[in-house]
């Protein structure tokens, strides 16, 4: 049979059409699936989840597995105490509320830098920025989370019940790699948490990185910025414990440098404020340390005791009398 020329120039267009098709990909084999984030799980999965994997991060990678601490060493769930990563530091984690922690260690290939995340997961959000307030460190305050706290070398914010802490090693400037690691852990956790309810009671106009709230006397003997000239005294005086909140806010004032730092603490009842004012007061009345000597209290208000570090300052500006009228007085 003679095919004309306009029929055979169908057929050979066909031909043409269908060997573009199967070049282009009209195969028989699936084509290469890119490979997924192995989901965590077991006990510690909310926590491990939290961590950046090897493709999260820029080109940071994981350099091992995160460790996982605790209260207790229970080594049937892989678990050590929270002193085998932290030592001394441990005493202060502990007093807010601790359940657990990672670590984890991130590499920069043939770059010289490395970076640890720690995630401390707390049993209320305030109590993440309790220690959040206390540890973290730095004169920037970059956007992450609900409130986050960068120096030159570490980035701490707090989000959630959680407070991570990131440290940066290298000769690179830190700043990009803790925020790019600050950014990814804040967006896996889904409630951005809240402060502690006692520090709405404070006048506005506090400084950034001037506010704390803790529960414990060891923790405030820390706060370099509080007059202790005789430690066990003060200890029996205010007679702090897991029961009492301590929030103190430090206010600037015409002196650079020097800030105006208010506290109240909150007892379990209006009779044990009562009896801390009259211990605090006769170790005041009794102390010839010049802090010491400048530190004023006010008569309790119900079960909060309040007082200013540094009466002098504030009398050019009296905070003092705002905050108790925030308490209630």
């Known amino acids: 049979m003679i095919i004309g020329g306009r029929r055979w120039g169908k057929i050979l267009m066909v031909g043409c059409l269908a060997a573009v098709l199967g070049a282009a990909g009209c195969k028989t084999t699936p084509p290469e699936e890119v490979s997924k984030k192995e989901e965590p799980t077991g006990p510690h999965a909310s926590l491990l989840k939290l961590f950046p994997g090897g493709q999260d991060v820029t080109d940071w ?39 657990k922690s990672g670590l984890c260690r991130y590499e920069r290939a043939g770059v010289g830098e490395s970076v640890k995340v720690r995630i401390f997961e707390m049993e209320s959000p305030q109590e993440a920025f309790g220690l959040f307030s206390v540890r973290a460190t730095g004169e920037q305050f970059p956007m992450v989370g609900l409130a986050a706290r960068m120096g030159a070398e570490s980035l701490g914010f707090v989000k959630g019940p959680y407070f991570v802490w990131i440290e940066y090693d290298g000769t690179r400037e830190a700043a990009p790699a ?133 009466a002098e300052e504030n009398s050019i500006r009296d905070r003092l009398t705002s905050l108790l009228a925030g308490l209630g007085a």
Do not use: C
């Open 178 to 310: 803790l925020t790019d690691f600050a950014r990814w852990v804040a967006d896996q956790v889904t409630k951005k948490g809240y402060r502690p309810a006692i520090l709405e009671s404070f006048p506005l106009g506090s400084a950034q990185g001037e506010r704390y709230y803790l529960h414990r006397f060891e923790t405030l003997a820390l706060l370099e910025f509080v007059p202790i000239a005789n430690s066990a005294e003060l200890e029996r005086a205010l007679g702090l414990g897991p029961q009492t909140e301590v929030a103190i806010m430090g206010y600037p004032t015409t002196q650079t440098g020097m800030m105006n730092y208010l506290f109240v603490i909150r007892y379990p009842t209006a009779e044990d404020a009562k009896a801390a004012y009259e211990a605090y007061q006769a170790y005041l009345d009794r102390s010839t340390d010049p802090a010491e000597q400048n530190v004023a209290i006010a008569p309790p208000v119900q079960s909060y005791l309040a007082g200013t570090l540094n």
């Open 61 to 99: 990678k994981p350099a091992g597995k995160v460790e996982v601490f605790g209260p207790a060493e229970r080594p049937d769930e892989g678990v050590r105490a929270i002193e085998a990563d932290e030592g001394g530091t441990a005493t202060v984690t502990r007093a807010y509320g601790y359940m």
